[in-house]
């Protein structure tokens, strides 16, 4: 979903959903398209799990194959938003579990958080520089999809 409009998917088609409504709150949850329009979802990606809702650390089956790369995007009760990326697959970092991504949101006060496109992906740029170390051999790519604040 991008300025309320949805891009991919289908209405009646059910995605974990990651993203921000109206309020600029972030919702997560598995939505239809439109349930996700009627609660006045504006921008969102379709990715998952989700690790938190509404304070509590959601049940996650599987361990998202192991130490990796993560991106995860979260939000405390104040509404400040929280972007955290993980570098892996190097010797300096392997990575991170979805359990480790849960504690680390708990420990900063997500009351909703959700884990986004990790592995080579995970990426993190900062006033245009890219300030993590991306987990391709091949160097960055390009990515269909990013949070941008601003």
Known sequence: IQDSKLLHGG???????IGFDQ??????GKLTGQQALDMGIRDAVAFGPVFIVN???AEISGS???LNP????G?????AVLL???DGRQPSSLGASYKDCIEVMLEFGAINAGNLDGGSSSMMIYQ???VNVCASLYGSRRLPTAFVVM
């Open 75 to 79: 939000q405390r009760a104040d509404g």
């Open 23 to 28: 309020d600029d709150r972030l919702i997560v």
């Open 11 to 17: 209405l009646n088609e059910t995605s974990t959903v």
């Open 64 to 66: 998202g194959g192991g």
């Open 55 to 57: 304070g509590k650390a």
């Open 70 to 73: 993560r991106t995860v995007i």
């Open 84 to 86: 955290l990326v993980i």
């Open 128 to 130: 245009g520089e890219v």
